[in-house]
């Protein structure tokens, strides 16, 4: 088995929120992926005394162990309880109601002899690599089912489609929102290899279009997670008319996970 990881924070002077681990059992049987992207507050008004790594730290642990310890739990089951605890270690020093309270999207894939299952909650992305070599991307688009402007810079407009209905789903404070997570199981023998993406890095496809999910599992095969997100920094830093980038950040926290089973 192949497993590859590579994180790069969007600048040097704040640090990375995503997160990210990958675990095998000693009996060679099976594994765990977890990735966080942890969602940036605007001027830091969260709410909460933490920092978001902070929080993707501890959310990731608790996710990477139960994953893990516990393969009777369901993922959506491993999201609340881990979502929970989370919860639990802040719930007395901050204001854990507040809509941007820390938070992250989520990626999870679990695998054994049998099947793989899979959860993926927000606009991180999960790529499966079929026998065939054919590739399905896994994903939780209602970020792009919105209507133009929701997601306005203002936290009122923010305010209005952030876990809520008709809106779109993070992880954050609320156990429940894991049932609004996409889920999945997938016979492994079907499986060749899969990646999980932080949006950062899934930019090289879904920002500048230079190849389809199939293209780019085929970049991560030649090249690897790094090779991945240096060719989006290039992008990124050769769009200096921001004809891609728009009023998006130059550079975002950037994470691949690349697994061959």
């Known amino acids: 088995m192949r497993i590859e990881l590579t994180t790069v924070p969007g600048s040097p002077e704040r640090p990375n929120e995503d997160w990210a681990a990958t675990a095998l059992p000693a009996s060679g049987q099976g594994g765990t992926l977890v990735l966080l992207d942890g ?23 608790s996710l990477a162990e139960l ?4 393969r009777d739990l369901p993922l959506m089951e491993v999201l609340a309880e881990s979502i929970r605890r989370t919860a639990d270690t802040h719930r007395s020093s901050c204001d854990l109601s507040h809509v941007r309270t820390p938070q992250a999207t ?3 894939a679990r695998w054994d002899e049998r099947e793989i299952e899979h959860l993926v909650l927000s606009d991180s992305v999960l790529l499966f690599e079929s026998t065939d070599g054919s590739v399905r991307a896994l994903l939780d688009d209602r970020l792009d089912r919105l209507p133009p402007g929701s997601l306005a810079t203002e936290a009122i407009a923010d305010a209005r489609v952030r876990n809520k209905e008709g809106g ?3 992880a954050a404070a609320d156990p429940s929102v ?3 997570a996409v889920t999945g199981r997938t016979p492994r023998a079907e499986v060749r290899a899969l990646a999980a993406l932080t949006d950062g890095a899934s930019r090289w496809t879904e920002m500048f279009r230079e190849g389809d999910w199939a293209a780019c599992l085929g970049v991560l095969h030649k090249e690897g997670t790094q090779g991945l997100i240096d060719r989006v920094r290039a992008l990124e830093d050769a769009d200096t008319e921001r004809t891609y980038l728009r009023r998006s950040k130059t550079h975002d926290d950037a994470t691949a996970v690349y697994a061959v089973l």
């Not at 709410?47 to 642990?61: I, K, N, Y």
């Open 67 to 70: 994953s893990g310890s516990r």
């Open 106 to 108: 989520v990626v999870m």
């Open 168 to 170: 779109f789903f993070t």
């Open 39 to 61: 969602v940036t507050p605007p001027q830091g008004d969260d709410g909460c005394v933490h920092s978001v790594p902070w929080f993707t730290a501890r959310l990731g642990g």
């Open 178 to 180: 894991a049932a609004r």
